[in-house]
């Protein structure tokens, strides 16, 4: 595509692109309130579940305040916040959950078909465009919050982001996909917010990153990082083969943001075993999803195929080496039971 403006010549040149003032707060508006309803809706089943006690006066509270309010009490379980992503729980090769939960609101579908962001994505990607269901939503804590990390259920959310490229995510089956993520901030994010760090031109070498990471691969990308400050309304454009990352959140808010991964429509998910959504045809414009139950129904199919079938969700062989340290790693930690020191033996 020729670069007709700047971002689009930024995008090609480092592999990223900030985009300012694409968006405005009413853009926003529909999706706090839906997030504020939910996260009352959660925390009130976290508590008969007996996972949360306290917090009921937050309950009238701006999402924000609440959440942060929530993650404040004593004992506090932040992975319960994977409850509230956008996507199902996607480590490769585990098994879903007939509990697991995904949220499908109309405002996060809205935000998703933006017709500024896509504006913004056809100039990458063409106006044929489809949004995977590789997406979340991002509710960094403040640190104290956060507390330590170690690979929880759903730490990306809450929890500084580790250095990656959203291609090493992908099946080899969509490595040919133009894939762009939009990262989205509902506030403004600086540094003391933990706003995302980028590796400039990095993408032009299309050899992935080594995973698991090495601490000398941490230390060059590290080096060569550079801090993406952005204000509400701004986008971050992000190529696939970018590397790319977070740190800790040093306020005392919550960092708040959405990504979306759009791609053009005839060409190959990178999760076919989740529902894509069809964001905008230009060719067939009845195509485009509106219905946020339909969307809702589309994710519990895929939940109960992968329930039924008892089959773990696909990852890339690069991901199976890490899931097999995991487990020795948990063997060694005492997390399995163990078996009668004393051997078989004759005459037992």
Known sequence: M?????????????????????????????????????????????????????????????????????????????????????????????????????????????????????DVVAELVG???????????????????????????????????????????????????????????????????????????????ERLLPWPMDQGTVRELEAKAVPVPVAKGDLVLLHKRTPHGSTVNRSDRLRWSFDFRYYPSHEPSDRPWFPSVVARSASSPDLAATDATHWRERWDAARTMFVTSGQMIPGRREFSQLVADSLINRWEAGDFPRLPDAPVGAGA
């Not at 996909?177 to 403004?188: G, K, Q």
Request: with cysteine.
């Open 2 to 118: 020729t670069a007709s403006t700047t971002h689009v010549q930024d995008f090609d040149r480092d592999g990223f692109a900030v985009v300012r003032g694409v968006l405005r707060e009413e853009d926003f508006t529909d999706v706090r309130e839906e997030y504020a309803a939910l996260l009352t809706e959660r925390a009130a089943q976290w508590r008969r579940d007996g996972l949360l006690t306290g917090g009921e006066e937050l309950a009238g509270e701006p999402f924000e305040e609440h959440l942060v309010g929530l993650a404040a009490l004593p004992g506090f379980d932040p992975s319960l916040l994977s409850e509230l992503d956008i996507t199902l729980p996607h480590m490769p090769f585990t098994s879903l959950q007939p509990t697991s939960k995904v949220h499908t609101g109309p405002a996060v579908l809205g935000l998703l078909r933006n017709e500024r962001v896509l």
């Open 127 to 205: 106006n044929e465009i489809s949004a995977s269901p590789n997406q979340h939503v991002r509710l960094k804590l403040p640190a104290p919050a956060a507390g330590r990390f170690g690979a929880r259920r759903g730490e990306t959310l809450y929890a500084p982001t580790l250095w990656h490229q959203d291609a090493m995510t992908q099946i080899p089956q969509s490595d040919g996909t133009t894939m762009v993520t939009c990262w989205i901030p509902l506030m403004d994010v600086d540094t003391e917010h933990g706003c995302l760090l980028v590796v400039p031109r990095a993408h032009q070498e």
